[in-house]
């Protein structure tokens, strides 16, 4: 019996189908390393840079990424609820940019009971169980302002600090180097310290008020992002600008516009970029079972209108320009 031309090609892409679906073999997915990253605030540039950093790492190393932050970075319960949100979510590491020192320690041991590995960025906890801690030396990075205010005001004077929060880490630290480094000079005299916790508005009345107590107050050194916008506009609403030196920290873009006014001198900045990046890198490292350096520092620098529009500064103080 003869078959029709339409029945054997039937036949012809049956026996086809039937010995691809035997040749095909079912592979399991690798699902995608999961990683939290907790940041001291979710407010202003320095911060936004650190995401950038992470997420430009998260994509290099194919793993997925989820951001928890409280609203300011004094509030150091908040972001202790947010730690234990993401251990309980089960990631493979987290990310910690610590509000507290020492708050931060029982919820960086809870995570390590959970096996999950914690790599700090930025700011340091007081846990042995931390794997690796990645960011600048706030010690050398408080002498650097000193010697930078030192070069404007010469070796004698009356300065004034408007600091963070008394008590943290990396205020601490700066404010110990700026003061190991204005005691070589007997002459210069710190006559008034301030803090103004996260209130631009709050770092702005401290300063008049210390213009108002000493009037012929030298320079001030404002050791946060948000005080340093605070104090120029203090000092700038007095027309004393040439008068008080400023150095600040960080480099948002309202500090570079017054630092190329004038009103500003000099800012110490960090590598935000870089950290939110190593961060991230190291977290994969240790959830592949690498060994990761215990510490890592990713440098400081002062910037002022003689450099700051040298290339390489450049590609610090406007990273999301490519």
Known sequence: MKMKPLMIAVLIAMLSVSSCTESVETLPTEQKKHLEVVLRSQEGDYWKTVKLGAEVAAKEFDVALDFRAPGDEADVKGQIALMEQSISSGPDAIVLAANDYKELSAVVD?????????????????????????????????????????KLIGRSGQIAIVSFQQGERNTELREKGLLDELAKYPDVQVIDKVYSLTDRELAAQLTHTVIDKHPQLDGIVAMSEISSGGVASAVQSRNLQEKVKIITFDSTSEELELLQEGVIQATIIQNPFSIGYLGVKSAVEAVRGKSVPKRVETGIKAIDINNMFWSDNQKLLFPFIK
């Not at 706030?138 to 205010?149: M, P, R, S, V």
Request: hydrophobic residues 40%; glycine residues 8%; proline residues 2%.
């Open 110 to 150: 809870e995570a390590n009971k959970a096996h999950i590995p914690v790599i700090t960025i930025d700011s340091e906890v007081e846990s042995k169980n931390v794997q690796s801690f990645i960011g600048a030396n706030n010690y050398e990075a408080g002498q650097l302002a000193g010697k930078q205010l030192i």
